[in-house]
């Protein structure tokens, strides 16, 4: 858009000056070259007419005397060259403005002298050897009545001529110039002015997206519509705030307010069990578990209301700590079902994270995967740097998503149509995953690598080393969404 701005802006600069200049230059060349021309021609036309009398005069009464007189004074007043013929052709007088001594020579052959003797006036361009380059001549007559006595022909040099002209140009090209530049600078601050506000806005846009909902734009100074965008965006992004910020709370408060019942529920069950006979047991159970699962749904969707309200900032997080925490806590449900939990963590590896949120990640992660795992298969961890980012790799042998199922395995209450109903899941898990990673700024993907199963893959942002910091509990038990 810049870019465009200031083409076009650059594109009807140029159009105008080129209009405006070349038109100027070649008319002023014109003039310079008529103004010789019609210089010289009247020189030559004054000298004519009063050199008449000189040439009448013979020579013994001074007559070639008196026009070599009036040639020493035009010599003063001009840097013409004139040479005077007479009807012969012979030279009588000529001037030598550069000191040259005069010559009786071919001066007398040129045919604009030929012509002027024939009684015509001409006049033209030539180049003469003498001065090294091109002249203006201009040959008259000299006329008594009907009879021709002579003729005169002066020449100009062309040089200072085509100097002024190739000066003119020049400057036209300096002014063409200076304008472009100042245009372009013009036209590149008044493109900035409408780009940047739009560049400002579209990021804001975009973080909005990735859900920063309280991204907010600059309000720019530039033009007054792209202002108007800018708040218009502003109003949106806040009334979005607002009620994403709404129903957020409405969920944590529901989820919140059914803690309370739900516990009470479960000690008069508990109560209850005690007092009923045998043939009841087996529904008073079968009630408890169900409130065991509601009481999951619910802190699970408080969970995922605590993570989309996101509270602390994500520090410096001791991967091989967090990691090897969360294994040693799945260990014994793992051993369970036979199945081996392996880890391996590079070295001195720091990530940008909340700890707790971290630890409920992998949690979530290794539940997935240790349910799928058949007995007698390994559940590997691996954590590894890439570049400015932290890869942590969930990798089970289970029997993998497909590429559809994978794409909706993050949606809330989504679950493989396949999967037990058994198991207490609500298929909302990796709905927090996600949640919780967004919220320290990492991502997660599923992918199928070749071997089979299914390969969790997080990535978060490096930290740095915090020297004596404390490593997580390693004791503190899994919790299960
Ligand atoms: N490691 C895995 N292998 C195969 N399927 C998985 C795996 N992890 C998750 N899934 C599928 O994705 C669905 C959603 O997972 P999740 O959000 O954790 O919900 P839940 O575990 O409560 O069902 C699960 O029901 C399961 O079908
Ligand atoms: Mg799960």
Known sequence: MRRRLLLSYLTITVLVLVGLEVPLGFSFARSEHRRLEESVQQDAVTLAVRSEESLETPPEAGGPAELQALLARYEHVSDDRVVIVDAAGRLVASSEPRGEPTR????????????????????????????????????????????ILGAVRVTHPLAPVENRIRDNWLLLALIGGSVLAVVSLVSLLVARSVTRPLADLSRTAARLGGGALDARAPLPTGPAEVRLLAQEFNTTAARLEELVGAQRTFVADASHQLRTPLAALRLRLENLETEVDASATDDVDGARAEVERLTRLVDGLLALARAERGAAAPTDVDVAAVVAGRRD????????????LEARVEPGLWARARPEHLEQVLDNLLNNALDVAPSGSTVT????????????RVLDAGPGMTAEERARAFDRFWRSPGSPSDNGGFGLGLAIVRQLLNADGGTIQLQSPPSGGLEAVIELRAGRPVPGARPPSPASTPAQT
């Open 381 to 392: 961890l691996t954590a590894a740097r890439r570049r400015d980012r932290v890869e942590i």
């Open 104 to 147: 009786d020579r071919d001066e007398l052959g040129p045919p604009e002298i030929a012509r002027a003797l024939g009684g015509h006036q001409s006049a033209g361009s030539r180049y003469s050897p003498e001065l090294g380059g091109d002249v203006w001549f201009s040959a008259v007559p000299i006329e008594s009545g009907s009879i």
């Open 329 to 340: 806590a799945w260990l014994a449900f793992a051993a369970e079902r036979d199945v081996e």
